[in-house]
């Protein structure tokens, strides 16, 4: 019975049509596609079209996609990847100055986008060439890196299409949350439809039946149409409100726990927590006395929200605030770097964080040792972790009763240590008051009638500004509680320690004095008392809570309850405005800090300012440096490669007596190298040395490699497959003895130099 004969549409040609083969094409197409579509958004998130159109870039890798395909379909593909590496290496040696400037740029220009995006800074390498020439370097730059990526996308199109259908929308999503940036629907359909085409594409080298891979190709462009459209609607979420719900949803899953209460700064649906207790912190203190432990903090206040400054804020000043940490003028550890080495009193505390978020470390204003602020983090405020649990640190013991003894020293002390506090730390205060003195239209609108009955801030001395704050706040929380006939900011949380702060932030501000919002939990004086050295202290959710703090110039930034001037200011209202005259006690202003308005802040260079230019050289060198030892290698690499294969190509060929011929002649190389060279003599006269050396086993063999390679040159007669592995086994055997009686170093130059094995 004949069997039937499979019918239908296949991916895989009949073998009667393999000259009609064109799925290399296919696979060509694809690549191109993907890199086409991978560089344009490529130089849209890291800024590159900024700099330089990306024509240069695509157009490299579309003309390596039709070398490929044109060397595919000859059969000689194997020449690709050395031949365009070779070229790229000549192209490096040739215009070294330039890539290295074209480098430079575009590392700067992508230090500048990842800067404006997460206030974390890249390394700056310094460009020489004249702005004229950059052009000519950004080219060089863009056909590099397009050449490296056609040949990535060809390698991932040729060897596995799936990963590339996959990785490619990977990469474009994580692009888009690393760079916090939004690419347009434009750039994101022909992602989607390339990946499609990739997975299409990978089924023609398996034989897959095309009926299924076209019905799912339909399926997946239906699926694909609904998607788009719903996402064009308006009522759609947009891309932005996507990625905030992703990145809420990380935060949640990896610092936080049930017993999580603080808002960190959103307040838009605040609900007041639940009656019962819950654990946050177990701290342990050598001497235990009363602090804030501030986590979150918040520097813009807009819809009932508090959020850290703008990352494109910090970039705008990364000199500044870079050359502020190359300094050791760390804003989180301000008060002790005030004290400039002094012998004071260091108190070590532990912390345990068992229901509190793990998204920032809670620290004191006081923060003397154990935390350091990475140079390359511009955030000035919270102290972010990586989820840490545990941590130890140590804060200046009683840092609140040394404030106005602090404040004297820095006035009047004439040593150079403190007069270079005093100009960085005026350089800082700059920053400060350009950014922490902002108060929304909204607010001012709310409450500027309010605040108008104290009159002008400008015409206030400082003691009458404070004198106001105090004044209005008590009016707002008095001891009854939140004024009823008063209107005020975040009434979405009336009464509680969160809309107090706001309040007490924003009246600060309009008065001309920089605050802050800040969360955390307060271990008070009685809990501090109630503890014993060394003893836990376990602090729950009715310590946590909101204040503000006040950036008092010197010393930084301070809890208000505890700033020299405004005295005791507590959530209830109960300030009794200034003490005397010996709270103002203000930091006045000498002339190292008139020397520090505009310029300085846009410039600084004072001592320890060089190590930006020696880190910058350093940077240039290494990466020269690895540049070269990277080609060299790749070039060995490369070059063994094609040597080894162009050998083993000749070892198995189909005339088996070719081949033998080759193997015995590679041998006897091999035996040159050991000290056995036989000159004009005959290879036989090697037998009786080598048997004294190497055994009679290895003499025998070699005497029947000799026989063997007289056969294969001279006899007509083909030889079989048993003798061609004979003649492998003594080539593998010389080797092996090659290699045991070398030293390393010779081994390698054998290795990669020679060739040899």
Known sequence: ??????????????????????????????????????????????????????????????????????????????????????????LILLFRQQVLEGTSIFWNQLGDTWTS?????????KTQLSSQESGTCLLLISILLGGLGAMLCILLASVCPAILAVGLPGLVLAGMIGFRHEVS????LPVVLTAVFLLLSSGWGRGEAAVSVLLSWIAFIAVGCVLVSVAALPWAVNQAAFRENLHNSIHEYKFETRYTTLPEG??????????????????????????????????????????????????????????????????????????????????GITIQNIGACSRYLYVPFSLSSGINLSAQDLNTDAIRSHGERVYAFASVYGGADMLPSVLQYLQTSDEEAVSHFRKAESAYREFVSKYYLEVPQAVMDLLAEEWDQYGAPDSMTAQ???????????????????????????????????????????????????????????ITEEMAAQAEGGASIEVDSTCAGAWVEVYHDGIGWIPMEITPGLGESAENGTGDGLNSEDDNTELKEGEELEET????????????????????????GFLLVWLILFSA?????????????????????????????????????????????????????????????????????????????????????????????????????????????????????????????
């Open 117 to 125: 995006a997460t206030g974390w800074v890249l390394p700056e390498l």
């Open 464 to 522: 009458q500004a404070q004198t106001c704050v105090l004044d209005f706040l008590n009016r707002c929380f008095g001891e009854e509680g939140v004024a009823e006939d008063m209107e005020l900011p975040l009434s979405i949380a009336e009464g509680t320690s969160f809309q107090y702060a706001t309040v007490a932030a924003m009246t600060l501000r309009y008065f001309g004095i920089p605050a802050r919002y800040a969360e955390g939990y307060v």
């Open 1 to 90: 019975m004949t069997p039937k004969t499979k019918k239908g549409m296949w991916l895989r040609p009949p073998e009667q049509l393999q000259h009609l083969n064109f799925g290399w094409l296919i696979r060509i197409s694809a690549a191109a596609m993907a890199f086409c579509v991978l560089s344009i958004i490529f130089a849209e998130l890291t800024g590159f079209a900024k700099i330089s159109h990306p024509r240069a870039m695509l157009l490299t890798g579309i003309c390596l996609c039709i070398i490929y395909g044109l060397l595919t379909g000859v059969r000689r593909q194997g020449w690709f990847y050395p031949g365009v590496l070779i070229l790229m290496l000549l």
């Open 185 to 188: 629907l434009a750039y994101l």
């Open 266 to 347: 959103n307040l838009t649906d605040y609900q007041d927590p639940a009656e019962d207790v819950r654990p946050a912190l177990v701290v342990t203190m050598e001497n235990p006395e009363a602090m804030h432990l501030r986590g979150f903090t918040g520097a813009v206040f807009e819809g009932n929200t508090w959020t850290a400054l703008d990352p494109e804020i910090l970039a705008e000043n990364e000199d500044l605030l870079y050359w502020l940490n190359l300094n050791e003028f760390n804003p989180n550890m301000q008060f002790r770097a005030a004290l400039l080495r002094s012998e004071a009193a260091e108190n």
């Open 597 to 620: 308005p505009e310029e300085n802040a846009q410039a600084p260079e004072p001592d320890g300012g060089y190590l930006v230019t020696i880190s910058r050289a350093i940077g240039r």
């Open 633 to 757: 290698v790749l070039l060995l690499i490369v070059r063994r490669y094609i040597l080894v294969s162009h050998r083993q190509k000749m070892f198995s060929g189909k005339n088996r007596s070719e081949a033998i011929a080759w193997i015995f002649a590679d041998t006897a190389l091999l035996l040159e190298r050991l000290g056995y060279d036989r000159g004009n003599g005959s290879m036989y006269d090697l037998c009786d040395p080598i048997r004294q050396r190497f055994g009679e086993e290895f003499a025998r063999m070699l005497k029947k490699g000799i026989d063997l390679n007289a056969m294969a040159i001279f006899s007509s007669r083909e030889l079989s497959e048993e003798q061609r592995e004979e003649a492998l086994q003594l080539h593998s055997a010389t080797r092996q003895h090659l290699q045991s009686e070398s030293k390393w170093i010779d081994r390698l130059w054998m290795k990669w130099i020679q060739c040899r094995y």
